[in-house]
C-alpha cells in the first residue's frame, strides 16, 4: 500500500512539473524568437529600405533577429498571400504600401484587403517624383508632355507593379496631360529602376528614396513632384502645380500589417514600438533624407485608412479606366 502510495505521488510530482514547464514556456514574453518580415516586393526599392529600419529597431529593442523576406511577384499578390497564410503569432508580419489599397478593385485577389489581415501601424507618406533618363530630349513638365504628343505611344513609362501606386500615378498622368505613354510593369522599384537608367524604358514616377540618389548622380533628370509642395532633398525640382499640371497630388503611404487573428496585445505591441521608432531624432532624419514624412498612425487609425483608400482608389480606377492586361 505504502509502495503505491509513493508511485501515486511520484507521478503526480511528474504531472505537476510538466505542467509547470510548460505553463512556463507558455508565458514566454513576446517575441522570444525571430520574426519574418515580408516585403511583396523585389529588393533594392522603398520598402525593402523601411523594413530594414524597422527589424533593426526590433532587434535592438528585444534581441531577437528580424528577417526581411523579399517576396515579389503577382503585382505584390505573391507575399501578400504568403503574410494571410502564415500563422497568427506576431512572428510573421509585412511592409504594405498603397498597392494594398488599389488591386482588389482591378483584380480578384486569392485575399480579402481587410478581412484576411491586422493592421499594425501606419509609417509614412510620400510625394511621387516624375524622372526620365537623361537622353530623353526634355528638361520640363511641358517638354515631356510635348514630346509624348508629337510622338505617340513611343514613349514608356515604368511602374513597380501593374495595379500599384507608380501604375495609377502614370495614368493619371496621361490623362490630366491628354497623352499616351505606354506603362510597362516591373516586380519593383529595383528593376524598374535599373532598367530606367540603362535607357530600356524613358520614364518613371516613384517615391524619393528610390529617386534621390541616382538624380544627384547624374543617371537621372528629375522633372517634377507631386503635391504641394517640394522634397527638401530636391529642392530645385518643381511640383507638377508650378509646372502648370494641376491636380496631380497622388501620394504613397506605407505601414506594417499582421495575418488576421493576430493576438491584439501583440498588435499593440509592434504598434507601440513602430510609434517609438518613427520618434526617434536620427530615424526621423533618415525618412526625410528619403523625401518621406514619417506619420506614425496606431492600429485603429491605420485599419481606418486602409478602408478610406480604398474607396477612395474604387473611385480613381473607375475614372480612369485602369486594367491590367
Known amino acids: 500500500m505504502k509502495a503505491m502510495l509513493r508511485k501515486a505521488a511520484h507521478t503526480l510530482a511528474g504531472v505537476l512539473l510538466v505542467s509547470m514547464v510548460g505553463s512556463a514556456f507558455a508565458q514566454q514574453p513576446y517575441p522570444n524568437r525571430p520574426i519574418r518580415f515580408i516585403t511583396p516586393y523585389a529588393p533594392g526599392g522603398s520598402t525593402t529600405v523601411y523594413a530594414r529600419l524597422i527589424g533593426q529597431h526590433f532587434a535592438e529593442r528585444w534581441g531577437q533577429n528580424v528577417v526581411v523576406d523579399n517576396r515579389p511577384g503577382g503585382n ?3 507575399g501578400t498571400e504568403t503574410l494571410a497564410r502564415a500563422a497568427p503569432d506576431g512572428y510573421t508580419i509585412m511592409l504594405v504600401a498603397s498597392t494594398h489599397a ?3 478593385s482591378i483584380i480578384k485577389t486569392p485575399y480579402d484587403p ?3 489581415f491586422a ?6 507618406v510620400a510625394p511621387q517624383v516624375m524622372v526620365v533618363h537623361p537622353g530623353v530630349a526634355a528638361t520640363t513638365v511641358r517638354e515631356v508632355i510635348a514630346l509624348a504628343k508629337a510622338k505617340p505611344g513611343q514613349l514608356n513609362f515604368a511602374s513597380s507593379g501593374a495595379g500599384g501606386p507608380t501604375h495609377i500615378a502614370g495614368e493619371m498622368f496621361n490623362i490630366l496631360a491628354g497623352v499616351k505613354v505606354q506603362h510597362v510593369p516591373y516586380k519593383g522599384a529595383g528593376p524598374a529602376m535599373t532598367d530606367l537608367i540603362g535607357g530600356h524604358v524613358q520614364m518613371f514616377l516613384s517615391v524619393p528614396v528610390n529617386i534621390i540618389g541616382h538624380v544627384k548622380a547624374g543617371k537621372l533628370r528629375a522633372i517634377a513632384v507631386t503635391g504641394e509642395q517640394r522634397v527638401g532633398s530636391l529642392a530645385d525640382t518643381p511640383t507638377f502645380a ?4 494641376f491636380g496631380f497630388n497622388v501620394q504613397t503611404w506605407n505601414g506594417v500589417l499582421a495575418p488576421a487573428g493576430t493576438p491584439r ?3 499593440d505591441q509592434l504598434s507601440s514600438e513602430i510609434g517609438v521608432m518613427l520618434a526617434r531624432p536620427d530615424v526621423k ?3 526625410e ?3 518621406v514624412s514619417p506619420v506614425y498612425s496606431d492600429a485603429n487609425q491605420f485599419a481606418a485608412k486602409i478602408k478610406s483608400e480604398i474607396v477612395t482608389y474604387q473611385k480613381v480606377i473607375k475614372a480612369a479606366n485602369i486594367r491590367i492586361d
Open 76 to 78: 505584390t499578390v505573391i
Open 102 to 104: 488599389i488591386l482588389s
Open 114 to 116: 481587410v478581412r484576411d
Open 119 to 124: 493592421p499594425i501601424a501606419g509609417i509614412a
Open 242 to 245: 508650378e509646372a502648370g499640371l
Open 265 to 267: 496585445p501583440i498588435i
Open 285 to 287: 532624419a533618415k525618412f
Open 289 to 291: 533624407g528619403f523625401g
